[in-house]
């Protein structure tokens, strides 16, 4: 089946620092990315969608210049949270979606801003 | 009001039980509906793709009513390893996404 694969699994960064979060489709071209943020107990809440070669488009209330989306390949897409402060600190997944393929999802980045 | 809305529980049950779950959904427009599961610190997996007919796969059955906008998740006899949080999930058909229910959270007891 497919596989996605993200990483790092998890990271601690200190505050003011920048993060870098990997999701690559592994046996399938994924013509769509998103991006997932979870605070404790809450839901998955959308942040972005990306597409293959064009601009991600960002939900409302996320700052684009601050998570940084970029999606170069039909097989990777990367989200870099720049001048990460505490408040950052969560679970981050990615889910892609090819042809043929639905949504899988990665394992999940848990970011912790020291 | 929450796109989608459900219960947050926790339902706390013992091992051999049925346990029902709910999941409202305000976008009468949306076309494909999911049950998924997610444990602790854990992406979530799909546990099972919800049809207007209504299916069935093991314990689990998932029913939708596109007229009343609601969605529910039967387990019978449940397990100590269903303990898990469950999303209803809703594809509104929108560029692929998914809108995400809050979770219900499922504690089954020995």
Redo the contacts between chains.
């Keep these: 089946g497919a596989v996605v694969s993200q990483h790092p699994s998890w990271v601690i960064c200190k505050s003011g620092t920048s993060v870098k979060i990997e999701c690559r489709s592994l046996d399938f071209q994924a013509t769509?990315m998103?991006w997932?943020r979870q605070f404790p107990k809450?839901?998955?809440?959308?942040m972005a969608?990306s597409n293959e070669g064009s601009k991600a488009?960002y939900e409302q209330g996320v700052e684009k210049d601050k998570f940084l989306i970029n999606h170069a390949s039909l097989t990777l897409s990367t989200l870099t949270v720049t001048s990460a402060h505490p408040e950052d600190s969560s679970?981050y997944?990615c889910?892609a979606?090819g042809d043929n393929y639905?949504?899988t999802?990665?394992?999940?980045t848990?970011l912790t801003v020291v | 009001r929450k796109e989608v809305e459900q219960d947050p529980g926790p339902f706390n049950v013992p091992e051999g039980a049925t346990v029902a779950f709910n999941c409202t959904y305000s976008n009468s427009a949306s076309q494909s509906f999911f049950w998924y599961r997610q444990d602790c610190r854990k992406e979530p997996k799909l546990l099972m793709s919800v049809y207007s007919s209504g299916n069935e796969d093991g314990r689990f059955t998932a029913q939708l009513n596109r007229a009343s906008q609601y969605i529910s998740l039967l387990i019978r006899d449940s397990k100590l390893s269903d303990s898990a949080t469950y999303l209803c999930v809703v594809n509104t058909g929108t560029g692929n996404m998914l809108t995400f229910g809050g979770g219900t959270r499922l504690m089954v007891k020995p």
């Design positions: 769509t998103f997932y809450q839901s998955l809440m959308l969608t488009t679970f997944i889910s979606v639905g949504y999802f990665g394992s999940g848990r």
